[in-house]
Structure formats: C-alpha cells, structure tokens
DNA sequence: CTGAAAGCGCTTACAG
DNA sequence: CTGAAAGCGCTTACAG
C-alpha cells in the first residue's frame, strides 16, 4: 500500500480512501491511485483491515453436513444474498456432533466473522453461552421451536409431520409407519417425530413400537427400513419417511419386491427434492424453503451487521404438502 | 488478552506462548493462564494473530456450485483434512463463470488464505496471474490434462469417456449418443466430449451431428435429450449422458415413455452418486474419486504450507468403469 | 522459562 | 479533498 502510495504521489489514507469510499477522492487523483494499484499488482491485505476497522466481511455459517443437499440448498441461498454484498462465507461442518458443533463455534468466533448461521436451536451450553456473548448477530435456522439465541428463520418441523400424518389418514391410511433420522443432536428430527406421534395419538390412529424405526441418512437404509417394517406389521398401509432419500430408497426396494406403491403400500417423504417428483410414481412429500431460509438468513444478518433492528426475530417461513401418485389410495 | 495477562500476573507474551506453543511454558503458569482464560471468556483474536505472524489458518477453496453433490464430496474431502489440521475453509461457488471466479479469488486473495483450490484447470488471464503472483500454494481440481498454475488433483476426463465409449462398442453398440454438459467455461466437460469423439472416430463408429446435444445439469435436461435424440435418430443404441442426473433422468424418461432399458436402448453416465446403483435397472458409470480429490489436495496444500515440497505436482487419481444392468445387450 | 520493544498493514478520528 | 498520528490485538525475534 505504501508502494501503491508513493508511485501515486499521495498518502496511503488516500490509497485507502480510493478502495473503501471512492467517492470521497477527486476523480483525478482517484485514477492516479487506480493505475499505480494496477501497476504494482496490489492486492490489499484485509487481514490488516479488518484489525483496523474491527470489522470483517466474513460470514461463518456451520451445517451437519456439506453432502446432503438440503443443506447446500441452503448455503446457496446464503452466499446469493452474501457475495453481492461483498461478504465471504467461512464454512465449517459439525457431522450432526453437538461436541464438534461447539469446538468448530470456539475457532470461527476467533476468526471475528461479521455473523455467524447455525443449524437448529439444540447446542452444547458452552456453544450457546460462547454465541450470546459473541457480539454478533446471530441466526439459527431450519427450526423455529424453542429458544433463539438470537435470530432464527426456518418452519416447524413438528407441524409439517403432524400434518402429513392428518392427511395420509385424510386418504384413508389407517396403519402408518414412520422412519425418523437419527435424533441425537438433531432438534429437528426429534420434533418431526413428535409431530408423527402427536397425530397418530389425536387420530386414535394405532401406535405399535414397531411403526417407527430410526435410520441413518441413505436410499440403503429407507430400503431396510421398509422391508423390517413390512415384516413386523403385516397390516402395514403407509410408510411416512423423515426424508426423501429414505423415502425413495424404500419406494426403489418396493419396486425390486414387487411391491406395488401406492396399491399395496403407500410412501411419502420429506424435503421435496427434485429426484421426488422425477421418480414413478411421483413422491408424495413436504416441500420445505431451504433456499430461502438461507437466503432470509443473509438478509437477516447483514440488516443487523448494518445496523438496523430485524423483526420479526422469528422467521417461520412455512411448509407445503406435495401430494404425488405414491400415496393414492384406490377409491 | 491484556485482561488474562494481568489477572494471571504474566505478560501478554506468555499468554500467547500458552496458547500456540504450550510446550514452552512452565506447568504452574500455564494453568494459571488457562483458568484467567477461562474466567474472562476470553476469544483470541486470529485477525490479529494473522496479521502479526503473516499467516492465517484458513483455506479458500472455489468450485462452480455446491449444489451438485459431486462438489460436495470434494468439499468433503477438503474438510476432513482440514480440520484435524486446524484450518478454516473459506468457500466460493462461481456459477461457472470465469469472470465470477476471477472476482471471487481477487475477494478470496484479499483474505490471505493459506493456501487456494479451485475447479479445473482452466481459468481467465487475471486469474492465474493472480494465483502465481499470490505466494501461496495453490491446487486446481478435477482435471490432470493442460498446464496448471502450481499443482493439480484430479483424473483425465478425456480417458475416461474414451473407454466407456469404447466398453460401450465392446457390448455391441453401434449408434452411440453423448449428451454433454455445457462446455462454456469447463474445461471438464469439453474434455469428455473430445474424449467421446476421439474413440467414436478410432473406432469408426457414426459421427453425426445428432448423435451429440448439450444440456444442463437436470433430470429434465436429460429426459428432454434422450428424446430429441430418439427422435432424429432412429436407430440410436445406446446413450452416454456426462453426468449421472442427465443418465438417469433419460433413464426415468424411457421409463415413463414404455422404452425398454437396456433392451430397447442402453444408458450410461457419469459421476456414480450413489443414487446410480439404487435405480432400476442400476445405471453403468463411471467412478470418480471426488472425495479423494478433496482429500488429496487438503494434504498437498497442507505440505506445501509446512514448507515441504509436494511430489508429483500433477496427481491423477484414475477412474473406474462400473458397469450394471443399464448398458447390457441381448447376448 | 519469561518479558520489553517493535511491528504486522491497514483504518479512524481529527485537522486543515 | 487530503494527510499526520495513533492504534487495532496480536507475534516475532532478541535478551536474560
């Protein structure tokens, strides 16, 4: 910065000047400063900038898991709203680990992002307590039931399950299964589950232990679940899957057995990926805003990195059920 | 830090040592800073850290989206190394653009990573010249063929196609189709299609230009062009997609419209995702270390930053042809 | 094993 | 519209 200073004739509160608020320099001597940066190659080092200015254009966002694409969905709506704002995203992976959650939340915070993006509202004490005191905006997302750190924009999982349950026995589903994702450390599964219970109790619908099993996130595992299913409850109609790719793997392991799907059982899933409605028959699922959540949570963040109050706190963006031919009864 | 040195009645210089090379200190101190560490809630600052000992602990890595799941894993990959090595990933998608990915490594560059890897070998002028100007090790991915900026991880592209075509004449096809994705900006992707032409040529196979679309990245784009391509071309036998959501969803398409798969025409793709081998009949492919790419460039990028040399520079992790059910011809 | 001094490369008030 | 001085919160030699 200095070189680019001297070769330009001015001061590097000048060469600073002409990066950060252009419009505060002459023209002239704004082109001057310009052509000695292209000159010299400068490439101004914001780690020094940042230190000054106490501030970084750096946004760290922490998911379960980079390979889902659900979640990707989500990063991708944050680094849309993110990059034309000139912020970057610091990305880290906690493998659905509370404990990794809160070392990964310890090593970002120490990079003094500008915000910071969780998945859930379940955190080890340490990380929620490391958050609050942060000094930074802070958004929770894919979940909108219970406390907030701070921000939190997703839906409820919960009422999705519950009313995917209400319509499946709306179409005539009297034994309904349900496959959960693992629970530990995932407030999100945990509260589907409980929106499946919940219906299932207020239906007067039956609750056999053996109509819900928990399966790890694979087409393998939606197979084995189904076929367990199958086997333990004869009178099996429909199975209700907490994710699609569960769903569809069970809905491939039917088509193997030949099983037919919806006649002899039906299958619904969650996410509503585009593989749902590209397979035959169409999956019927819950389409859940995963690009907007990360998007409304960019929005939300750089509202308040900029200063500005954000209301509501609590962004609850919905859910919609997506009826496709896999869970049409006859009649 | 000044508060923990005064509470822990050692200078600042010690709570530094405590915190980076705590080998050094005597135990009674170490423990005494710690525990004012602890009392004070006290985040070190890396912003600082980085700007005194000109080195941060981050990587920034570049890919076209992370919405494609083979993206994904060479994140993944990445990360796994990363981590344990107690670097931060600072993460870009540039929409496959160039101009969006020399904007983003100038953004990227301003951070000073410790290190850079971006997708492909092919990049603007301003680009490289940024990243051999940047004095830090960078890796370019997903391709081994042309002339990279410093070091590379990847397969040839090129081969790769080639030998599924020729595996593909092997079975008895005659009248191969390819369906490409957009070469615009993707030296991968042209690679294969260059790789495709080539063994069609050698083999004295039909060249029409019927026989070669291109399409975007979609299940739809690839129903649309198993379509178009049976339709103008009668006789076809076989298609070859350049990734596996184009294969199998001309697979779905065939599918839906009463075509026969392999008997009335055989599918091939590319990538094997891990959906590949769960469709019926399971799509012949070809295996691509994507996580190993992450992997192995984390360990290159991680040597060179620990002032080892890395050799060979260029590595070609191969590929494998997995063939199933979707190419097998009658006899 | 511990510390005083200098400095990393910028930005922030403040002045003019 | 431009600049001199101070300082951001650490680490790096160097000394003892």
């Known amino acids: 910065m ?10 590097s509160i000048t060469v600073s000047r002409v990066l950060n608020q252009p419009g505060k320099v002459a023209e002239e001597t704004r082109e001057r400063v310009l052509n000695a940066i292209e000159a010299v190659g400068y490439v101004p080092n914001s780690v020094a900038g940042s230190l000054a200015s106490r501030r970084t254009s750096v946004i760290a966002a922490l998911v379960p898991t980079i390979t889902n694409s659900i979640f990707a969905d989500t990063i991708h709506g944050l680094t849309d709203v993110l990059t034309p704002a000139g912020y970057q ?9 509370l404990e990794r959650e809160a070392q990964l939340i310890t090593a970002l915070l120490a990079q003094r992002p500008a915000g910071l993006l969780v998945t859930g509202l379940a955190h080890a004490e340490r990380a929620r307590t ?38 499946l026995a709306g179409n005539g589903h ?19 589950l409980r929106g499946y219970r919940s219906a299932i109790r207020d239906l007067g619908l039956p609750e056999r232990a053996e109509l819900v099993r928990e399966a790890k996130f694979s087409f393998h595992a939606g197979a084995e679940s189904v076929n367990r299913m199958r086997a333990e ?11 699609d790719i ?25 996410d509503d990926v585009e593989l ?7 999956l019927t699922t819950v389409r859940i805003p995963r690009y907007e959540i990360g998007r409304e949570a960019a929005r939300m963040l750089m509202q308040r990195v900029d200063g500005r109050p954000v ?12 009826e496709r031919q896999s869970t049409v009864r006859p009649g």
């Open 89 to 97: 995203l610091l990305l880290g992976a906690t493998g659905y680990s």
């Open 174 to 192: 009297r034994c309904i299964g349900f496959v959960c994702a693992p629970t530990e450390a995932n407030d999100r599964a945990r509260e589907r």
């Open 311 to 322: 209301s509501p706190g609590i962004l609850d963006l919905g859910f919609e059920i997506v």
């Open 130 to 167: 490391l958050m609050k005191s942060a000094g930074i905006p802070v958004v929770e997302t894919w979940n909108v039931q219970g406390e907030a750190v701070d921000m939190a924009v997703g839906f409820s999982n919960y009422r999705a399950c519950y009313d995917m349950v209400v319509r």
């Open 276 to 282: 749902a409605s590209q397979v035959n028959p169409g």
């Open 233 to 243: 409850v004869p009178d099996l109609d429909a199975v209700f899957c907490a994710n």
């Open 2 to 11: 200095e070189d680019v200073a001297r070769i330009a004739g001015v001061s």
């Open 246 to 270: 569960l769903a569809i793997g069970a809905l491939f392991e039917c088509q193997r057995r030949g099983v037919d799907v919806p006649g002899d059982l039906s299958i619904a899933g969650f």
